[in-house]
């Protein structure tokens, strides 16, 4: 079972339960990106397997911080490279 609650601070409460009946949360973004990482959780807790602690369907608020780390950099990179694009300079010679 899993619970979403918006907190008073506008972000969102995802509040899991384990399979041994005891309940946690970590907090999320209002954000687009937190509403992906929630629907990613929420599809990994709909297989038949329930999940541990620190799996993709059962994430510690330090894992939910690395995802949204990962997805702003992947943004900055994105953006970094359409710059460069713009340039009209080649790079595929450098390995970053």
Known sequence: MAEIRL????????????PTGAKRSVIIPLTVDGLKIIQQVLRHRDRPTKPKIGEPG????????????????????EVAEKKISNLGIDLSDIQL
């Open 7 to 18: 907190t008073r601070s506008n972000q969102l409460e995802l509040v899991l339960e384990s």
């Open 58 to 77: 059962a994430p510690t608020q330090w894992e939910i911080e690395e995802w949204l780390r990962s997805m702003r950099q992947a943004k900055q990179r």
